[in-house]
């Protein structure tokens, strides 16, 4: 368990709408990570967070914008959503070991439909 | 762009067979992580290989990172109805400031029938 909780875990949403999903951690982790799962496709990445207020973009990033304005809590918005945003959010944080290397844990997922 | 292929994608099986999950790649990753996930949740971690030829194993899981750090395996020996769900791999970035980016194969989905 890696302190992880995405809100809200099931959203219906009309196409045009704003939609915010959140992600809370309470492990202090610097990098948060917003990925997305559709069938045949994996994960991939939309946006990421180093630090306070420091994102980037990731692969699938078109149509997607974040924040990060305190450690523990990385927002994703979709500031007008498409029935292509439809899908499976995970939120996750990356812990560092020394023997371990980059070690990423996942939320649990938000699930949006875009109707 | 760096690119992960996971086979097989789909995998079905008697309680009892072997099986291999395969991940390959052209690109050097500076670990490789394996993940399984089950209907309606997050993938879980199921190991991080991080030296090229490292073999770890995890009960009757046995996963093997490649030489050159561009591939993995997952191999599960007397595979059970629990072991039903979807394997997929990672890679993160070898070089650079990859910020932990991972690259995910496409997923390999099992079912072990009793």
């Known amino acids: 368990d890696a302190g992880i909780t995405q809100s809200p875990r099931h959203k219906v949403t009309e196409t045009g709408t704003p939609v915010t999903l959140r992600c809370h951690q309470t492990?202090?982790?610097?990098?948060m990570y917003w990925y997305r799962q559709d069938p045949g496709h994996g994960l991939r990445l939309i946006h990421y967070?180093?630090?306070?207020?420091?994102?980037d973009k990731g692969e699938v990033s078109d149509g997607y914008s974040v924040s990060r304005s305190k450690t523990e809590d990385f927002l994703l918005t979709l500031e007008s959503a498409t029935s292509s945003q439809t899908s499976v959010y995970f939120c996750?944080?990356?812990?560092?070991?020394?023997?371990?290397?980059?070690?990423?844990?996942f939320g649990e997922g938000s699930w949006l439909t875009v109707v | 762009t760096q690119l992960l292929e996971q086979s097989p994608q789909f995998l079905s099986i008697q309680e009892g067979e072997n099986l291999t999950v395969y991940c390959n790649s052209s690109?050097?990753?500076?670990?490789l992580q394996w993940y399984r996930q089950e209907p309606g949740e997050g993938p879980v971690l199921l190991v991080t290989?991080?030296?090229?030829?490292e073999v770890k194993k995890l009960k009757r899981l046995t996963f093997q990172f490649g030489d050159a750090r561009k591939d993995s395996s997952l191999h599960i020996t007397a595979a059970q109805p629990g072991d039903t769900g979807l394997y997929l791999c990672?890679?993160?970035?070898?070089?650079?400031?990859?910020?932990?980016?991972?690259?995910f194969g496409q997923g390999t989905i099992l079912t072990v029938h009793p």
């Open positions: 996750a944080i990356r812990k560092q070991g020394l023997l371990s290397g980059n070690t990423i844990y």
């Open positions: 492990e202090n982790h610097r990098y």
């Open positions: 967070s180093y630090g306070v207020k420091d994102t």
């Open positions: 690109s050097v990753f500076s670990s």
């Open positions: 290989v991080v030296t090229g030829g």
């Open positions: 990672a890679g993160a970035s070898a070089g650079g400031t990859s910020y932990g980016k991972l690259t």
